[in-house]
């Protein structure tokens, strides 16, 4: 084991730190507000590789393995959690299930364009009553006459308003259960496929999030992802990695809101000193930042990992859970830390304290990530 960054790590950080510092710290008020979708910042995120940051170089990607990959989403989360999530679910869940299930001629179609940033993907998954029970899909796909037609919705898609390529789940069998869900890849454009609702979000304002429909939509027998009924399970391999991307998503969150806390702790004077000076803050400080060290970690290793190519289904939702349940709380605190001028939009924590919340809930809940991990520890 090695706990040091290596000289192209450390380089990595320090490229994607400037570029968020650059591009993104001087906008995030004003995309939050306004629910802007930062789509001039998403393009240069692809030239710089970002979009394509897990596929070989082969494909249009940039080739990294999950702890760079880590890096890069904890880096973009520390200044705008909004940006990172665009690129995660791009990255984790739309591309990485084009990858990791499509045939060749999928991959060579989609993924260049995926990873250079030139498309825009989303996945859909979730639906108004298939969240956390997937069984309870309703959007069907009939084979009829060599086509594919989808009818039926998915809520909660991330990019769905900005996307090109959807990759969707629908039920092909009803009654195989979870091995009668398959997976599609959809274009914008497709007749019969839209995008709807999108949806006024507590944070993450900047991520579009919405719904997507498809009524009588054909799509040719190649469109099929992967294999017939398999769609489901592979979206379990595919999460696995996604939520390793969250657990660093909401680490770098975490990161945000303590730099913020720890910086005006020292500016903030009460009682003719500094508040960092007083015990209680920095009992409060010291809790956050071994927190946040330890969910790093944690983090790394799973991506580790799933580098070896391990199975990383505990791995990732001991991270997911470990690190997004410590960010809420980190969050808070740099929020208490401020005081009343944490719940004014002048100071970042506000909008950490609203963002951090989804790491909670998307990719799985908590209450989710407590049954993945049981399961796999009565298996072994």
Request: net charge neutral; aromatic share 8%.
């Amino acid at each position: 084991m090695n706990f040091e960054y290596t000289a192209e790590q450390a380089q990595l950080r320090k490229s994607i730190r400037d570029f968020a510092q650059a591009e993104i710290a001087p906008h995030v008020l004003e995309w939050d507000e306004n629910q802007t979708f930062p789509l001039d910042v998403i393009k240069k995120a692809g030239q710089l590789g970002l979009l394509g940051a897990i596929f070989p170089e082969e494909l249009g990607g940039a080739g990294l393995g999950y702890i760079e990959y880590s890096i890069v989403i904890e880096e973009l989360a520390r200044v705008d959690p909004s940006v990172a999530l665009i690129v995660a679910a791009h990255n984790s869940l739309c591309t990485n299930h084009i990858y990791l299930a499509g045939n060749d001629e999928q991959r060579r179609k989609y993924i260049p364009k995926l990873a250079t940033g030139e498309w825009i993907g989303c996945w859909s998954l979730t639906e108004p009553e298939a969240g956390s029970d997937a069984g309870g899909t309703r959007s069907t796909a009939v084979l009829k006459d060599g086509h594919w037609v989808l009818n039926g919705g998915k809520t909660f898609t991330t990019n769905a308003q900005y996307a090109q390529v959807c990759v969707a789940m629908a039920v092909t069998d009803r009654s195989a259960s979870q091995h009668g869900i398959s997976a599609f890849i959809l274009e914008s454009g497709t007749p019969g496929f839209r995008v709807g609702k999108k949806e006024n979000k507590l944070g993450m304002r900047a991520s579009a999030t919405g719904e997507v429909l498809f009524t009588d939509c054909r799509l040719p027998a190649c469109h099929l992802l992967g294999k017939q009924g398999e769609g489901f399970v592979d979206s379990l391999r595919i999460l696995d990695g996604g939520r390793i991307s969250i657990a660093a998503l909401a680490v770098g969150v975490a990161q945000g809101a303590y730099d913020a806390a720890l910086k005006y702790s020292k500016q903030r004077k009460q009682f003719g000193r500094p508040i960092s000076e007083f015990q209680a803050i920095q009992d409060k400080l010291a809790n956050m930042a071994t927190s946040i060290e330890a969910a790093r970690w944690l983090t790394y290793c799973a991506g580790a990992r799933k580098d070896a190519g391990a199975r990383v289904t505990k791995e990732s939702a001991m991270a997911k859970l470990f690190a997004s349940e410590m960010a809420v709380t980190v969050a808070d605190q740099a929020l208490q830390i401020h005081g009343g001028y944490g719940f004014i939009k002048d100071y970042p924590v506000e909008k950490f304290y609203r963002d951090v919340k989804l790491c909670t809930i998307g990719e799985g809940t908590s209450e989710i990530q407590r049954l993945v991990i049981a399961r796999q520890l009565l298996k072994e």
